[in-house]
Nanobody, 120 residues
Framework: QVQLVESGGGLVQPGGSLRLSCVASGTFFFGTFFSGRTMGWYRQAPGKQRDLVASITSGGNTDYAEFVKGRFTISRDNAKNTVYLQMNSLKPEDTALYYC?????????WGQGTQVTVSS
């Protein structure tokens, strides 16, 4: 059973920054643990599908959706079972509920997410 707890969201003005955190606990599929999983940040705006924003492998290789490249940075601390998303130069279109999960085989029980609202 895996528990994913996201935090760090809030209301920010356009151009501002936020840092999201996600703590994962428990055992993922095939008896693996957080340190061995490719983790990702996803987001879902009202009425839209959930999209993958950024991912990071167990070895620290990162990948980003085109719409956040150059603005967002994903990182992880395996000792703390935590994945981070540093978000800079935020835009109103970044407004969404942000979640973390395994990328290759997402855990079926998603966390509650953390709301990011970018507005003046």
């Amino acid at each position: 059973q895996v528990q994913l707890v996201e935090s760090g969201g809030g209301l920010v003005q356009p151009g501002g920054s936020l840092r999201l955190s996600c703590v994962a606990s428990g055992t993922f599929f095939f008896g693996t643990f957080f340190s061995g999983r490719t983790m990702g940040w996803y987001r879902q705006a009202p009425g839209k599908q959930r999209d993958l924003v950024a991912s990071i492998t167990s070895g620290g290789n990162t990948d980003y959706a085109e719409f956040v490249k150059g603005r967002f940075t994903i990182s992880r601390d395996n000792a703390k079972n935590t994945v981070y998303l540093q978000m800079n130069s935020l835009k109103p279109e970044d407004t969404a509920l942000y979640y973390c999960n395994d990328v290759l085989r997402p855990w079926p029980s998603w966390g509650q997410g953390t709301q990011v609202t970018v507005s003046s």
